[in-house]
């Protein structure tokens, strides 16, 4: 058995394909996944949102990119 790995997603994108990605990965639903990372980011102020996204963005490779 293989693990899927982390790559942002082409068809399942708002942003950059993170949250759709990691939705992929672990099959889950992007939706409810995008929702709850908004509400963690916005009620926790301990938890920097936007700064997680961020690094995810740069660390993750695209779904096409891949070599």
Same mark, same amino acid.
């Given at each position: 058995?293989?693990?899927?790995?982390? #790559?942002?997603?082409?068809?399942?994108? %708002? #942003?950059?394909?993170? %949250?759709?990605? #990691?939705?992929?990965?672990?099959? $889950?639903?992007?939706?409810? &996944?995008?929702?709850?990372?908004? &509400?963690?980011?916005?009620?926790?102020?301990?938890?920097?949102?936007? &700064?997680?996204? *961020? #690094?995810? $963005? &740069? *660390?993750?490779?695209?779904?096409?990119? *891949?070599?």
């Amino acid at each position: 058995m293989s693990a899927r790995p982390f #790559i942002r997603s082409r068809s399942d994108r %708002m #942003i950059a394909g993170v %949250m759709g990605g #990691i939705a992929r990965r672990f099959g $889950w639903s992007s939706n409810l &996944l995008r929702v709850v990372f908004v &509400l963690v980011s916005i009620l926790s102020a301990g938890f920097p949102g936007i &700064l997680v996204y *961020l #690094i995810l $963005w &740069l *660390l993750m490779p695209d779904e096409g990119n *891949l070599a």
